[in-house]
């Protein structure tokens, strides 16, 4: 049971605080010291903005080429049909394979291919109480589905890292999310023969960033402490495709199921 392939999408994550922490973050340390495993900065090149980077991640396409550049456009929340593009999933379902794709944060609420499934805060977490509930359930269906199944493809991703970021950079619960997200890559590696571990962007102290991607202050008033950084995480096992963008996630896999 498991997956041929595992990918762990988490939105935000990023090594500046990894690599801070490695003593309390024991997944990650051991991520980067094993020799199974490979990891690197992944540094884009498109704009760090979480919707077309994640269409980029799964469809291969730049954001020119698939034009999704927001989650709301005109005031109308964009849904998977207006992305005109085939993602990964759909490719390798029409060859027969087994494909899975759970929280995958390109549109609000997340998307889920083959797999149903309701975010905790409508896949917009924005305190304590919804980041955890997103942590565990989308953990607990994942691990769920892993036990019961055996897959080809199974993408599973978490969003509460940007949120709170954005919010909390800086201060401790920053620190306190990366162990939580530590201890959930535990949980699920052993699920996959071959992973790809990506984060669509970095993160970064709200004035350090090149690109703003939201307003300093909010509708109601609270000022952000964080924003978006070009540097992503990377980690894989037993891939072969040199992977040098967020397009080549895509290539990657198709390669795996070639
Ligand atoms: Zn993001």
Not at 168 to 181: F, R
Not at 210 to 227: A, C, N, W
Not at 230 to 256: C, G, H
């Amino acid at each position: 049971m498991g997956a041929e392939l595992l990918v762990i999408g988490i939105d935000a994550a990023t090594w500046a605080i990894i690599d801070r922490h490695l003593d309390k973050l024991k997944t990650f340390k051991m991520l980067k010291t094993h020799k199974e495993y490979k990891s690197k900065v992944l540094t884009l090149d498109q704009k760090p903005y979480s919707a077309p980077c994640w269409v980029s991640i799964f469809s291969g396409k730049t954001e020119e080429e698939h034009r999704h550049h927001e989650f709301v456009v005109d005031n109308e929340i964009q849904t998977r049909d207006d992305i005109k593009v085939d993602f990964i999933w759909d490719i390798l379902k029409r060859t027969g394979k087994k494909v899975k794709a759970l929280n995958v944060p390109f549109i609000v609420p997340p998307y889920n291919f083959n797999i149903n499934f309701e975010a905790p805060g409508l896949g917009i977490p924005s305190n304590r109480e919804e980041w955890d509930a997103e942590i565990a359930e989308v953990t607990n269906r994942a691990i769920e589905t892993l036990r019961n199944e055996n897959l080809d493809l199974f993408v599973v991703c978490y969003v509460s890292l940007d949120k709170l970021q954005h919010f909390h950079w800086g201060e401790k619960i920053v620190e306190e999310y990366y162990e939580k997200i530590d201890e959930t890559i535990d949980k699920l590696i052993s699920f996959g023969k071959k992973l790809i571990i990506i984060s669509d962007h970095g993160f970064c102290a709200f004035g350090e960033a090149k690109i703003q991607t939201l307003p300093r202050i909010t509708k109601d008033g609270t000022e952000l402490k964080g924003d978006h950084h070009e540097n992503a995480v990377l980690i894989t096992k037993n891939i072969k495709t040199e992977i040098n963008n967020l397009r080549d996630v895509f290539k990657a896999i198709k390669e795996v199921f070639k």
